[in-house]
């Protein structure tokens, strides 16, 4: 009797061992389930392209001028990309003049403004109040802050890429500048604008809305390139002769 109570509370002691390793390799299993399938490290694992870590409305900048190329307001960016399309038109379908253009919004205005004001004074017997135009200075002043930064910033990269420290970027640079000439020699600059304005209407709205299907396509792309590049680089690029940069190093 007293070896069968022994044998029952040894395999009692045992159930309670076997139970508490089980728990342990459960929370183990599920800790180690629950850190791979975090939002951190998947989110880690993503690629983005031109490896940014910020949304896209940031990247443009944020703010007003974002939130027109995303279509967030949607009757503002419609009317934004209108504008820019009337003044395609009429500068390139029919062929306005700039000054022609302004001359004849003048003329349109002032005999607007012209007759309404005698018509005011003949049948209300009063003097209109003809509002002033004037251009803010504030705003003018930011926006010639912010485009002589961006100047300023175009000027710093081109004088890094002058200095031939970085031999890919400067090669980017060039191949881009010569595509850029060969579309110019195609249409001329009030096209050119147009069609980068569109561009920025369109590409960003579209990447943002389908960002997590071109990113994978945009990861095979870019892995490509560096193939090409690394083979480029192996035959081309490492037999150009770079005695005087080295030596400016080694001094």
């Not at 209109?128 to 504030?138: A, F, L, N």
């Not at 920025?200 to 396509?217: C, G």
Request: hydrophobic share 45%.
């Amino acid at each position: 009797m007293a070896d069968h109570e022994e044998k029952k509370h040894e395999e009692s002691l045992m159930d309670k061992i076997t139970d508490k390793i089980h728990d342990h390799v459960s929370s183990s299993s599920s800790d180690s389930e629950d850190e791979k399938s975090s939002p951190s490290t998947v989110k880690s694992k993503i690629y983005r392209l031109f490896g940014r870590e910020t949304p896209v409305h940031k990247v443009l900048g944020g703010g007003q001028p974002a939130d027109i190329f995303l279509w967030r307001n949607k009757k503002i960016s419609a009317g934004v990309l209108g504008g820019a399309t009337a003044i395609w038109v009429l500068f390139e379908l029919l062929e306005y003049h700039l000054l022609t253009l302004i001359c004849h919004c003048l003329i349109l205005a002032l005999a607007v403004l012209f007759l309404w004001a005698n018509a005011t004074v003949f049948i209300n017997k009063s003097t209109p109040r003809i509002p002033q135009v004037h251009i803010p200075e504030e705003p003018v002043r930011q926006f010639a802050d912010a485009l002589r930064f961006e100047i300023n910033r175009a000027f710093a990269v081109l004088h890094d890429i002058a200095s031939g420290r970085d031999l890919k970027k400067f090669l980017s640079v060039i191949a881009g500048l010569w595509v850029l000439s060969i579309v110019g020699s195609c249409c001329n600059s009030l096209t050119l604008f147009y069609i980068v304005f569109v561009l920025f209407h369109t590409v960003p709205v579209l990447y943002e809305k389908y960002e997590d299907k071109i990113d994978p396509f945009a990861e095979k792309a870019m892995r490509e390139i560096q193939k090409q590049y690394a083979v480029f680089n192996a035959k081309v690029l490492s037999k150009i002769p770079r005695g005087p940069l080295k030596s400016k190093k080694t001094a």
